[in-house]
């Protein structure tokens, strides 16, 4: 490993700047923010960071995406970035156990003219996951949900995946948790687990991005 470290660490100024000069969000996606924090206060930190979106978006249209799943929905502003990067005819499956908080979504869903694209689920995730066809068919998956199930919704999802298809995983660096040798939680536990298995996984090719709270992208020969 080289020793030259060629990231930086983000202050709010910078991050203002990485922010402004990529595509921003537009009207939807900000009132679907802003309603977000009126409605669920702290917890609208689940949501993603805006770049985040952008870059789902982008990597949705550039592998040419046409059936996606998400594990995990909260307030639909991810779903709506994915399902922005589909095709027409394309098809997102969301799975989430919050009628509450995915109900807060799905006018956002319709305002941005991609609900009939969006088919949302609300059931355990694995339930949803394991009643998908058993061959490879999906072309993106982005994982945000419960910690301690990320490998669980890995290995449903991997023997589905198309060749060339993408896992997508959030919240991977868990706030500089997962270096912290202090940090023994349960969440924190699974998701130094689940990055372990990640980079030691030889059937896939994988990457830890710092975008937001982590993003690992995992590639499926």
């Known amino acids: ?9 983000l202050s709010p100024e910078l991050h203002r700047y990485v922010v402004e000069h990529g595509t921003p969000p537009d009207a939807v996606l900000k009132e679907l923010q802003e309603v977000t924090r009126e409605k669920v206060g702290g917890m609208a930190l689940m949501q993603i960071a805006p770049e985040q979106g952008t870059f789902m978006t982008l990597l949705t249209q550039l592998i040419g995406a046409r059936f996606a799943v998400e594990v995990g929905t909260f307030t639909g502003y991810s779903a709506l970035c994915i399902a922005r990067g589909l ?4 098809k997102l499956v969301c799975c989430d156990v919050s009628d509450e ?4 979504g799905r006018p956002y869903w319709e305002k941005a003219g991609v609900a009939e694209r969006i088919d949302l689920r609300i059931a355990p995730a694995l339930e949803t996951l394991n009643a998908l066809p058993d061959e490879r068919h999906i072309d993106l998956a982005f994982i945000d949900a419960d910690k301690t ?3 669980n919704y890995y290995e449903a999802l991997l023997p589905r995946m198309q060749p060339g298809g993408v896992i997508l995983v959030d919240n991977v660096l868990w706030g500089g948790a997962v270096i912290d040798a202090g ?10 687990a689940f990055n372990d298995r ?5 059937r896939v090719q994988a990457v830890m ?4 709270d982590g993003l690992t992208l995992i590639r499926v020969p």
């Open 87 to 90: 095709p027409a005819d394309g």
């Open 209 to 212: 991005l710092q975008i937001s």
């Open 101 to 104: 908080w995915t109900s807060i």
């Open 183 to 192: 940090r023994d939680d349960e969440n924190t536990l699974a998701i130094r």
């Open 149 to 151: 199930n990320y490998g």
């Open 1 to 9: 490993m080289s020793d030259s470290i060629k990231s930086l660490g």
């Open 198 to 202: 990640i980079a030691e996984d030889d």
